[in-house]
């Protein structure tokens, strides 16, 4: 019996320390591996989240990963530490220039989404607005007239939970020296809700008057979930 019992601790004791036990990772850990992603992503060294936090994981020879939320708080945290009080002087600028461009184009119901929304810029952020036609030319043609430098566009094909989502993306310098990227979506999709995948909230943006308010109001707002 006893012999039995000594078999049983020992099977307990290597599953919990050979299995997810030593993976499972503590406060700490979780918030360097996440820290380390995010200095990946504010570097400009990685562009999405899934790879800053694959290569932040391999660097400190885990097998867990931190999540979207965990690293956009260390981003926003290194912006911080990085560029305050300067930060929040960009915003409102930045803001502000989105405005602009969004009357620009407010025959196709613009949407201001991304950092400049969310109020969580950083020295690499753009801005990022979603707009709605179904002809991407003509919205070329609009910048262009307006003495928009248009750098580049193209189409994404991107396939998520089986449905695939066709975007047009152009991208502009602004005369202020912004960087900004317009998302043409069809007017079909103007009433369509998007999960975020950092925050995990709707993606609800700003809309012209929305803006004009928060620009009256409080400039420096953030949108991010409490």
């Known amino acids: 019996m006893d012999r039995w019992l000594s078999v049983r601790f020992k099977t307990h004791i290597n599953s919990r320390f050979s299995g997810d036990f030593l993976n499972s990772p503590s406060t700490d850990s979780r918030k360097k591996v996440a820290r380390e992603a995010a200095m990946l992503l504010y570097s400009g060294a990685e562009k999405e989240y899934k790879q800053a936090k694959l290569k932040a994981a391999k660097t400190f020879n885990v097998h867990y990963m931190p999540t979207n939320l965990e690293v956009a708080m260390e981003l926003d945290q290194i912006a911080e530490e990085n560029e305050a009080p300067v930060r929040q002087e960009r915003l409102v600028l930045m803001r502000r220039e989105a405005l602009r461009i969004m009357r620009m184009l407010g025959s196709f119901d613009p949407v201001l989404v991304g950092s400049v929304w969310r109020g969580t810029i950083h020295r690499e952020s753009d801005i990022d607005i979603i707009v709605h036609h179904d002809e991407p030319r003509e919205i070329i043609k609009l910048l262009k007239k307006n003495m928009l430098a248009v750098t580049r566009s193209e189409r994404t094909v991107v396939t998520k939970r089986g449905k695939t989502k066709d975007t047009f993306h ?4 602004s005369p ?6 317009i998302i043409v979506h069809s007017p079909e999709e103007a009433c369509l ?3 975020c995948e950092v925050y995990g909230d709707e993606v609800t943006g ?4 929305e803006l004009e308010k928060v620009l009256r109001e409080d400039p420096q707002r953030r949108f991010i979930p409490c």
């Open 193 to 195: 809700t998007q999960k």
């Open 170 to 173: 152009i991208h502009v310098d």
């Open 176 to 181: 202020v020296g912004d960087k900004v990227e």
């Open 206 to 209: 700003l809309h012209i008057r």
